[in-house]
């Protein structure tokens, strides 16, 4: 079979609104087809090539990938400890389907449709991301506009059947009990008979982080060193699970200064 060189360089130079690509990939001639299709797109920005699993970890941790090109045997060593990483996961497109048929197909046109096809779907995933986190900014933003007047600094508790007032500050995490919640804090371990829903409207979303439909967290009560993407670990060495649905927000709080 004859390879058609691509007469582009390996990275490509785009505007930075592009979606950045890493390709990894051991085979100079899928490499190549590869590079054809993403030079070609104006979309997407080649910004790194990978021979072997070492690279790509390099790449990813380097250049910050939206998009990955990767065969699913290279990736366990890469993806199964993110947070090793330092960086959040990129959208996966797996080589390990296309290759029989298509990259390496006598019919290079029918290979290339397939692969565009591919490509264009793992785009639809990235700027789904990109949707999301802009409402989680907007969100952060307006909820900081809105000033911190409005959140009391005290809620009324109850602890063995005494009810005292508890600065929020000192409230690490509260979990939702059925209808009522379990607040722990730096002074122990308290009730509020009020479901999480009313319970988070009175706290500062600037500071008290959803981590699951259950779970609230306060960021100045955080173990940044010992938190993953996956659980959240408080200073006083709680850990809780962080839900699917808030995961990329909660790394990206993980890796800001706030």
Do not use: W
């Amino acid at each position: 079979m004859t390879t058609q060189i691509c007469p582009t360089p390996a990275l490509d130079v785009r505007p930075s609104a592009t979606v950045r690509v890493v390709v990894c990939e051991p085979d100079p001639e899928i490499r190549v087809r590869l590079r054809c299709v993403l030079v070609g797109d104006p979309m997407l920005t080649l910004a790194a090539e990978a021979r072997n699993g070492a690279e790509c970890q390099a790449a990813l941790e380097e250049v910050l990938p939206e998009l990955l090109v990767i065969r699913s045997e290279l990736m366990p060593a890469l993806l199964d400890s993110p947070e090793e990483c330092g960086c959040v996961l990129p959208v996966v497109v797996n080589l390990a389907g296309l290759l029989p048929g298509t990259i390496r197909s006598q019919q290079p046109a029918d290979g290339t449709e397939v692969i565009r096809k591919a490509l264009d779907e793992a785009l639809q995933e990235v700027y789904s991301r990109k949707v999301k986190q802009l409402a989680y900014l907007v969100g952060r933003y307006v909820a900081g506009s809105e000033g911190k007047r409005r959140y009391p600094s005290l809620l009324n508790v109850d602890c063995d059947g005494h009810s005292i007032d508890l600065n929020v500050d000192e409230i690490s995490a509260v979990i939702a009990r059925r209808r009522q919640v379990s607040i722990r804090s730096t002074l122990g371990h308290f009730v509020l008979r009020e479901p999480i829903g009313i319970v988070v409207r009175k706290l500062d979303p600037a500071l008290f982080i959803r981590i699951h439909r259950s779970i609230v967290v306060n960021a100045r009560h955080l173990d940044r060193a010992r938190s993953i993407r996956t659980h959240a670990v408080l200073e006083d060495g709680a850990r809780y699970p962080v839900g699917p649905n808030y995961r990329e927000t909660f790394g990206e709080l993980l890796q800001s200064d706030c």
